[in-house]
């Protein structure tokens, strides 16, 4: 069995030290971040990454991002930034924003998939800060979850899929956002985010930078399609009941369309949705799984995961999901959604 440390009041000393001696001799640990919870190794050790490979069956082609806990490990591991990837790091840094910078050819291969970029963040999570530090080393993390899994957002989710897969479990709680680091990528002075997340268009817009959204955010990609960041190709986040996401017009069309889903569709159907659609929706027939306020996006980005994570235990015929505004954090909720949906769209 892996070992579990309680970090949730907080870090102790003694155990931190146990979890660098484990990052510094290969192992694999499982910590929080702000964002989700990752599965970490020393991204300079290849035997070490592999394993992370190994243990959430990761196709090798799609690379880890490498978390660090200071700037000197910036220019330790990368050829440098530019004056705008500065001013994202000078803003956001700490915070979910990954960057995809060259790199030195100092990582593990499996890090980057061969490829002459690595993505690169400084979590804003002291846990995930102090196990760098203490590490002395850069951290290669993907979420936690077995690959095609929604990522993990609290240890109980993930707990069963990982355990003995890893050496340590460290347990703080539930992490703060619940989707992973907005990607970007700097192109002919244009930011391009290959991944949404919390640091959204309108958050980089708003330092005075040129941004957008890469073609791929809301769209399939077709086989040999040639895609800016590999994890776009995969499978991701579906349960395997079938989910049908309500894109969203007005609340007013929205609703009107689930009604009529229901009535053509005689089935048991469930349905994640608002916290004010709730008692709307029992009473014309559905089971519901309430996502949050409907203006409060951080609390569906938080809950979002874990309650995709929990449609195949209602054994439903089919679940319905509320979709949200595309602004924000909304474009990123809608880019898991639509991908946990299959694309299936009503
Ligand atoms: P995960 O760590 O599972 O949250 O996924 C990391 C995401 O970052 C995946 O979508 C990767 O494809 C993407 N990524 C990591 N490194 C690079 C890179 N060098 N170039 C483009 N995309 C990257
Ligand atoms: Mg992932």
């Not at 979890?19 to 971040?33: C, E, H, K």
């Not at 809950?303 to 995709?308: R, T, W």
Request: proline residues 3%; hydrophobic residues 35%.
């Amino acid at each position: 069995m892996s070992i579990v440390y309680d970090f949730k009041e907080n870090i102790k000393k003694d155990d931190l030290d146990g979890i660098s001696n484990i990052i510094n001799s290969g192992g694999l640990v499982v910590f929080p971040t702000e964002t989700v919870y990752g599965i970490g190794a020393d991204a300079t050790n290849s035997n070490a990454v592999k394993k992370i490979f190994i243990a959430k069956g990761r196709p090798q082609d799609n690379p880890l991002i490498v978390h660090i806990s200071n700037l000197e490990m910036l220019d330790k591991y990368t050829c440098g930034i530019n004056s705008i990837e500065k001013k994202l790091i000078d803003n956001f840094w700490p915070g979910p924003l990954t960057i995809i910078v060259k790199s030195k050819n100092n990582l593990s291969t499996y890090v980057t998939a061969g490829l002459d970029t690595v993505g690169v963040r400084m979590p804003d999570n002291d846990i995930a800060l102090n196990i760098i530090e203490a590490s002395k080393r850069p951290i290669a993390a993907p979420s936690a979850n077995i690959s095609g899994k929604p990522s993990g957002t609290n240890l109980s989710d993930i707990f069963e899929e990982l355990n003995n897969k890893v050496d340590v479990f460290v347990d703080g709680g539930n992490t703060n956002i619940g989707i992973e680091s907005t990607v970007v990528k700097v192109e002919n002075g244009v930011v391009n985010i290959l991944r949404p997340g919390k640091i959204s268009l309108e958050d980089i817009k708003n330092i005075g930078l040129n941004v957008k959204l890469d073609k791929h955010i809301f769209k399939d990609v077709k086989d040999g399609e040639k895609v800016e960041s590999p994890g776009m190709k995969h499978r991701h986040y579906a349960p395997s009941t079938k989910a049908i996401l309500v894109d969203f017009d007005s609340d007013k069309i929205m609703l009107d369309k689930i009604k009529e889903y229901k009535e053509k569709n005689d089935k048991n159907i469930g349905i994640i949705c608002y916290k004010e659609h709730e008692e709307y929706l029992k009473s014309i027939g559905f089971k519901t799984i309430v996502m949050g306020g409907k203006n409060d996006l951080l609390e569906i980005s938080r809950n979002i995961f874990s309650l995709i994570r929990s449609i195949d235990k209602y054994k439903f015929d089919e679940c319905l999901i509320e979709g949200v505004k595309k602004q924000y954090i909304g474009t990123a909720i809608m880019n898991r959604l639509i991908r946990a949906c299959g694309y299936n769209i009503l």
